[in-house]
């Protein structure tokens, strides 16, 4: 079983800075795409930014600018690194992974994490 675990989230005053980190544990062979979701309160969740094996990166429009993701696959972690934070941006931050178990037969599983919650004030 895949496990993934953030961490980094919490209190900061807007035009601040914070960087969240996930770690993925369990049985893994590789790791495909990885991504930081977010969901404030009353809204969808929302995809945020994401980060293919090779590096290739894309980001929600909102966050263009202000946020970073990078990875390690050595470690089999994805950071998040926020900038210029702003209230808006307040939302519990969940972290996603395409985790191939075994490479034959391919197997794989789409896992989540359970959640970092950021808060920024105004």
């Known amino acids: 079983q895949v496990q993934l675990v953030e961490s980094g989230g919490g209190l900061v005053q807007a035009g601040g800075s914070l960087r969240l980190s996930c770690v993925a544990s369990?049985?893994?062979?590789?790791?495909?795409?990885m991504a930081w979701y977010r969901q404030a309160p009353g809204k969808q969740r929302e995809l945020v930014a994401s980060?293919?094996?090779?590096?290739?990166?894309d980001y929600a429009d909102s966050v263009k600018g202000r946020f970073t993701i990078s990875r390690d696959s050595a470690q089999n972690t994805v950071y998040l690194q926020m900038d210029s934070l702003k209230s808006e941006d307040t939302a519990v931050y969940y972290c996603?992974?395409?985790?191939?178990?075994?490479?034959?037969?391919?197997?794989?599983?789409?896992?989540w994490g359970q959640g970092t919650l950021v808060t920024v004030s105004s």
């Open positions: 996603n992974a395409e985790v191939v178990i075994t490479a034959t037969p391919y197997r794989y599983q789409v896992v």
């Open positions: 369990g049985t893994i062979f590789s790791i495909h795409p």
């Open positions: 980060i293919t094996r090779g590096g290739m990166t």
